[in-house]
């Protein structure tokens, strides 16, 4: 049955959810071989590269493994259920969406300042180096569920501050600079919202936050983002596996 893939997700990592959707509808395995490259372009009316970005996702998150010359199977590992793996790396819209949420972000502030030493270091740049901060808050209709902060270099997007819309997607924003995150190094914390935060954006029943801080980095491994997410406890939670 032809599947083609309607999604606003770039292609690799929607064609990654639908194959690991595959193996669990097929009743697939560990040790059972996965469709060919030819099958399985020809279920989802995708390219072969995108598919093979895909299956290179799989790879990374073990959920498949490659035997030369044999093929691909599914590893031990996708018997393990994992509800919201917290290694997924995707947009924070991406992530609201995976829950059933239809977020709107409000823009607190956005501005260019240099980076203080600890954003400086977390984006390889030099104490003289700019960056612009954007503030932001996503709702779900009138709640507040996330609070986010992300720091860009300024160098990387050198178009005007109210030119852009900061409202939208920051990775896709990101990828029209060609420097769209590919991957991040993160760091996870149970917290309550810094005071300030609190008392100047009224959210005083926000509550206990999962916070999330990453670099992420294009392609060629460089740092193009700092982003400090504060998830609303009441709203998110996340799954491991450990191996």
Known sequence: MDEPLRDSRTLAIQLRDRIADLIRSEGLKPGDKLPTEAQLTQRFKISRPALREALKLLEQDDLIYVEHGRGRFVSAISAVHVDRPITVFESVTDMAHHYGYKPVSKVLSIAEETADKH?????????????????RLRLQGDEPILYCLDYVPRSIIPARLYDIDWSGSLLSLLEEYKNRPRMSAATVSAVMLPDEVVQRNDLRDFGPALLITETCFNAAGTPVNYAIDYHRGSHFSFSLVRK
Do not use: F, M, N
């Not at 954003?119 to 503030?135: G, K």
């Open 119 to 135: 954003v400086a270091a977390q984006l390889q740049l030099t104490a003289t180096d700019r960056v612009i901060r954007i503030e």
